[in-house]
């Protein structure tokens, strides 16, 4: 499922995750039937927010009473961060801030593993801070919370190209802040090219920076990514 929607194969990637459901239907067991239901989650089409929210939630209650062990309170951490996301694209902050409190409790209580299920722990937990503060439109906020950010213990390619993402994403709506953007997305797709070329915020975000002005060389690298996701410029 998520390499499928990685790379942009959105349709595939939730029939991924029906057929997951499914196989935990059959096992019947806790932990399978909480991470199918974090993969349908995940699988949902970015603008139908509320269904995500209500999986994720729903989930994290059911898988609340074992997430004592390790492994099962990695996936209720992670069901937390996507049902936070989903309630800020939706525009409820409070309960996105509910689930990122709880989340980032779990994440301090287990701390850093190298295998963590999602790279849970309490870097990514700051990353998903960012991506949240996105989806309020507060960029001075979501810069703020990335200057504190140190990859040093994150393994994970695709969740350091997303940092450096979101940052760029940030900077494109700050002023005075484009050189900032351009740098950071094309960190990001010097990390996961494959990742960030397919991402659609990514994209709106170039797309935004084709329309600013831009210095000869920043319009140069702007259009080189344009040029590499297909965008016409």
Same mark, same amino acid.
């Given at each position: 499922?998520?390499?499928?929607?990685?790379?942009?194969?959105?349709?595939?990637?939730?029939?991924?995750?029906?057929?997951?459901?499914?196989?935990?239907?059959?096992?019947?067991?806790?932990?399978?039937?909480?991470?199918?239901?974090?993969?349908?989650?995940?699988?949902?089409?970015?603008?139908?927010?509320?269904?995500?929210?209500? /999986?994720?939630?729903?989930?994290?209650?059911?898988?609340?009473?074992?997430?004592?062990?390790?492994?099962?309170?990695?996936?209720?951490?992670?069901?937390?961060?996507?049902?936070?996301?989903?309630?800020?694209?939706?525009?409820?902050?409070?309960?996105?801030?509910?689930?990122?409190?709880?989340?980032?409790?779990?994440?301090?209580?287990?701390?850093?593993?190298?295998?963590?299920?999602?790279?849970?722990?309490?870097?990514?937990?700051?990353?998903?801070? /960012?991506?949240?503060?996105?989806?309020?439109?507060?960029?001075?906020?979501?810069?703020?919370?990335?200057?504190?950010?140190?990859?040093?213990?994150?393994?994970?390619?695709?969740?350091?190209?997303?940092?450096?993402?979101?940052?760029?994403?940030?900077?494109?709506?700050?002023?005075?802040?484009?050189?900032?953007?351009?740098?950071?997305?094309?960190?990001?797709?010097?990390?996961?090219?494959? /990742? /960030?070329?397919?991402?659609?915020?990514?994209?709106?975000?170039?797309?935004?920076?084709?329309?600013?002005?831009?210095?000869?060389?920043?319009?140069?690298?702007?259009?080189?990514?344009?040029?590499?996701?297909?965008?016409?410029?």
């Amino acid at each position: 499922m998520t390499t499928l929607k990685a790379l942009g194969h959105p349709d595939l990637a939730y029939l991924a995750a029906a057929r997951a459901n499914e196989a935990a239907t059959l096992l019947d067991e806790p932990l399978t039937t909480a991470y199918a239901a974090y993969l349908r989650a995940r699988a949902m089409p970015k603008g139908d927010w509320d269904r995500p929210l209500r /999986i994720a939630s729903a989930a994290a209650d059911r898988l609340e009473p074992h997430s004592r062990s390790r492994d099962a309170g990695e996936l209720y951490g992670m069901l937390h961060l996507t049902a936070a996301l989903s309630a800020a694209a939706i525009s409820r902050p409070t309960l996105a801030a509910d689930h990122l409190a709880e989340a980032r409790s779990v994440a301090v209580r287990l701390g850093e593993r190298q295998n963590a299920f999602g790279t849970f722990g309490p870097t990514n937990v700051a990353l998903w801070g /960012i991506a949240i503060a996105m989806e309020h439109g507060d960029y001075g906020q979501a810069v703020q919370v990335s200057s504190g950010v140190v990859l040093g213990s994150m393994p994970n390619k695709e969740r350091r190209a997303v940092f450096h993402a979101d940052r760029g994403r940030a900077f494109a709506h700050l002023k005075g802040e484009l050189p900032g953007a351009v740098t950071e997305l094309r960190k990001a797709e010097h990390i996961a090219p494959q /990742i /960030i070329r397919n991402n659609p915020v990514v994209q709106e975000t170039v797309l935004h920076l084709l329309g600013r002005p831009l210095s000869a060389a920043l319009g140069r690298e702007v259009r080189g990514m344009a040029a590499r996701m297909g965008i016409p410029h």
